[in-house]
């Protein structure tokens, strides 16, 4: 299987990709993990990527379908993979389909306003990437890892609203383009996370 989930910043995709991924045993690729990763690791590509990912915008196109190329080129992704937070533009989803046959893109379908506040609540543990929110880790401590959570730079109020427009201005439009390529699934995303996985299960059938 060879999945896209796609949604606005805070929809939950992340979430919903972690656990598509261990139950049918993908890959699990996502495009804001791997630049992160870049930045911890202090490479030049984590150079080039933070200044735009901390004020909201995207990392050139360029930049990251190479990114993306080479981690599908990677022996774990041969049986299949899950895109999460890629494509993001059309000359993604273009350079994607020069690669490989999307079998379907999963599409998160939420309620804008909502949002900003999902973000402002959501925190990241730094060290293993597990993400939660404030109201489900009381205690601030990483579940999976037992290190202290933190707020990503980009989920602050005043970097969310720019992810929110840059998500309406460049990636909105690849609902359409995957309607028309006929693998679009679309999933009511402000459901509660058991009720969207069962959705997207059930569309997996
Ligand atoms: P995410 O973790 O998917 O919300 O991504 C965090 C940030 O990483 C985004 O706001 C962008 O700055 C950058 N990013 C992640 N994926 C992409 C992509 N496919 N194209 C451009 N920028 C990206």
């Known amino acids: ?7 606005a ?25 791997l630049l992160r990763k ?4 202090g490479t030049e590509l984590g150079k080039q990527a933070k200044a735009f990912m901390d004020a909201g915008k995207l990392v050139p196109d360029d930049l990251v379908i190479a990114l ?15 895109l999460d937070g890629f494509p993001r ?24 306003d909502k949002l900003a506040d999902r973000m402002a609540s959501r925190r990241a543990c730094p060290k293993c ?6 109201q489900a880790a009381p205690d601030g401590k990483c ?16 970097v969310v609203e720019n992810r929110l427009k840059v998500y309406n201005a460049n990636t ?7 309607k028309a390529a006929g693998v679009l699934v679309s999933i009511d995303g402000m459901q509660a996370i058991d009720a969207v996985n069962a959705d997207i299960e059930a569309a997996l059938k």
């Open 1 to 7: 299987m060879k999945l896209i989930i796609m949604g």
């Open 9 to 33: 910043p805070g929809s939950g995709k992340g979430t919903q990709a972690t656990l598509i991924c261990k139950k049918h045993k993908l890959a699990h690729i996502s495009t804001g993990d």
């Open 38 to 41: 870049n930045i911890a690791d």
């Open 68 to 82: 993306l190329k080479a981690r599908i080129e990677q022996p774990d992704c041969k049986d299949g993979f899950l």
């Open 89 to 112: 533009t059309e000359a993604q989803a273009d350079a994607l389909g020069k690669i490989v046959s999307v079998d379907k893109a999963l599409n998160l379908e939420t309620d804008l």
């Open 129 to 134: 990437g597990y993400t939660t929110s404030v």
């Open 143 to 158: 579940k999976e890892c037992g290190e202290t959570l933190t707020i990503r730079d980009d989920d602050k109020r005043e």
């Open 172 to 178: 909105a439009p690849l609902v359409e383009y995957y």
